[in-house]
């Protein structure tokens, strides 16, 4: 069997080296690169790295080195055809079946790089003569300067039909239409693919021609015109400036994906060799996954109209099942009307790197484009918002990720319409213990501060509002998941629980939580055994008939997290709903205005709404918490 360089090439670009080697050797990351103790040889101080963007492994001390293929082979002691099937598989690719022919394609591979490089070097000739003075009018109308199209490679195509398959004869008109650069017609001549246009070669991580980008000279469709999927091109999987841009994305830290070719070639013209682009089609899987490989967060910076918005957003969406902890997404919003190009030429390079200082997170840029997605004053409406997020966030496949991003946007969701731990100061006034106190109405979801100190009837209201139920259940929660109490610290931090065991456990958790933020149940537990409350405790999490997911054991993690932050935005706002629904209350007895009234309705309305968002969570079969609750 004979296997092409172009199907050993992919593997080992599908195989990430750190990955693999990791099974075997405790790697660590050290910048860019990994490092370990050389499994070749005996040593106690690493000087054993991997680089993944170049896919190969060395060892400064005894010298081994090799790609993923040799690290098969050697440390793994396997044949080379096993080892390649070995990785072939967890790559998720099939081995060539050994047929006559895999020679004379190889051959024939060989044969597409050096026409592709001789079409190059020929669309270069034209630009530099007569013929592409309009070419270059172009870019010098576009502020790019001559060594800059010179270290693109850029070029001419005449504007005839024939002019390169005339150059390139010696190739054989087959070669040249299976590279793309001729177009084969029935019953007709092949006739050149290319014609009247400024030609940008389209390289590999290995900087040799693969494709090419043409766009047009004056008016015309379509605009830009790139090359078809040939043996040597597949457009989905490649980035424009992949290998100027690996290099320099190391030094600078950062990876930047804009939209097209002349962004690209203008960034780098103004100083950021960073930039990469995809191929005329939205940003998929791989291109995101190749850009993850040199940085853990890149920045896609698409143009500020509505176009490059939406282009931005589905490679959000496309983004969303590969996210891994550390590994993310970043967004750049240049102004509306404006592109890569345009700034940078219109206000400079400084104007350009101001944008990329304050790029906005992945979960933010979601949540700001559905929350404007349409409006949101009915329950429906909002309903919709939050089964969207939700629906998005389950995407994820990492279940951490996937677990932050869900009380993410719970937390969100809660705060822009006026639940949880939402409330508002009235100006120069705290309620007691030096808390603030809630004031207001409620007008489209939100909850607005009212005019007036509240008063002694919802203070006492405030104090001993909290559900004992519901604070023992949402307690048992935090011991079983404890990863969840440095999220909600804050508002954990404010309830009221009263007197008694109950209350100084609460405090005893967080506490001790807030102490190792690592620590999982059985640690929290011998913790707060040592400190005299191991009854209390246990008795907690024997308390499985409490009807919810996230008291339980052996209940989906997701889920009951989910259910836990709803839990705890519910024991928060029992005792503000009921504060200020006692002083309403008291309010429209002295006044009985008409105001007053509309205000305690609204009131009972949310009280309301609490007790049947806690009902939603008590599980099938037992019983009505919801009317005891809140």
Not at 89 to 114: I, Q, T
Not at 277 to 293: D, F, I, K, N, Y
């Amino acid at each position: 069997m004979t296997l092409t360089p172009q199907f050993l090439d992919e593997l080992r670009a599908r195989t990430t080296l750190s990955t693999l080697i990791g099974r075997t050797v405790k790697v660590q990351r050290a910048g860019r690169e990994f490092k370990a103790c050389c499994p070749f040889h005996n040593e106690k101080t690493p000087s054993f790295t991997i680089n993944d963007d170049k896919g190969f492994y060395h060892c400064f001390g005894c010298g081994a080195h090799g790609d993923a293929i040799r690290w098969m082979t050697d440390q793994r002691g396997l044949p080379f055809m096993d080892a390649v099937k070995e990785l072939a598989a967890a790559a998720g690719m099939d081995v060539p079946a050994p047929d006559k022919r895999s020679a004379e394609r190889a051959e024939r591979a060989k044969g597409l790089h050096e026409v592709m490089a001789d079409a190059a070097k020929w669309f270069a000739q034209q630009f530099d003569g007569l013929a592409g003075a309009e070419a270059r009018a172009l870019l010098a109308k576009r502020g790019i300067k001559p060594e800059t199209a010179r270290a693109f490679g850029m070029g001419y195509s005449p504007d005839t039909r024939g002019a390169l398959r005339t150059a390139l004869k010696d190739y054989g008109d087959a070669l040249l239409i299976e590279a793309g650069l001729l177009i084969q017609v029935e019953g007709k001549e092949p006739y050149d693919r290319f014609r009247g246009r400024l030609m940008i070669p389209i390289k590999d991580a290995r900087g040799r021609v693969i494709a090419f980008g043409g766009r047009i000279i004056g008016d015309g469709e379509p605009k830009y015109l790139n090359s078809p999927d040939t043996p040597l091109f597949d457009k989905g999987r490649t980035l424009y400036n992949l290998d100027r841009a690996q290099s320099a994305a190391r030094k600078a830290g950062r990876v930047i994906a804009v939209e097209g070719y002349m962004d690209v070639i203008a960034l780098a013209q103004a100083g950021f060799d960073e930039a990469v682009a995809p191929l005329g089609t939205a940003m998929t899987e791989h291109q995101l996954e190749r850009m993850w490989r040199m940085v853990d967060v890149p920045i896609l910076c698409f143009d500020g109209d509505s176009a490059g918005q939406k282009a931005a957003l589905r490679a959000a969406g496309r983004g969303f099942p590969m996210l891994e902890p550390g590994r993310s997404l970043s967004f750049v919003t240049l102004p509306e009307g404006m592109d890569p190009d345009d700034l940078v030429r219109a206000k400079g390079a400084s104007a350009f790197e101001a944008f990329l200082t304050k790029p906005e997170g992945l979960a933010t840029r979601v949540w700001n484009a559905e929350l404007v997605a349409e409006p949101l004053e009915t329950p429906e409406a909002r309903a919709g918002l939050r089964k969207r997020l939700t629906e998005r966030a389950q995407t994820i496949q990492h279940p951490i990720v996937r677990d932050e991003y869900i009380a993410e946007y719970r937390q969100r969701f809660d705060e822009q319409f006026g639940r949880g731990r939402q409330t508002a100061r009235f100006e120069g006034q705290r309620g007691g213990g030096g808390r603030p106190f809630p004031r207001g109405t409620f007008k489209n979801g939100k909850w607005t501060p009212p005019d007036r100190p509240v008063s002694n009837e919802a203070r006492g209201v405030q104090t001993t509002g909290i559900d004992p139920l519901l604070a023992r259940a949402v307690l048992a929660g935090l011991i079983r998941h404890p990863v969840e109490i440095a999220r909600h610290v804050e508002v954990l931090g404010s309830l009221r629980i009263g007197g008694g065991a109950l209350a100084r456990l609460f405090e005893a958790v967080i506490d001790v939580a807030l102490e190792d933020q690592a620590l999982d149940t059985p640690g929290i537990l011998t913790i707060l055994a040592k400190s005299g409350f191991d009854s209390v405790a246990s008795d907690l999490l024997r308390a499985d008939t409490l009807p919810f997911s996230f008291t339980q054991s052996g209940t989906d993690p997701v889920e009951a997290c989910s259910d836990l932050n709803e839990a705890i935005a519910i024991l928060a706002a029992g005792p503000v709903v009921a504060g200020a629904l006692a002083e309403a209350t008291a309010r429209l007895e002295t006044s009985g205005e008409a105001g007053d009234f509309e205000r305690q309705q609204a009131l009972l309305k949310e009280q309301m709404a609490l007790r049947e968002r806690l009902a939603n969570l008590v599980l099938a079969d037992e019983g009505d918490i919801g009317d005891k609750a809140v």
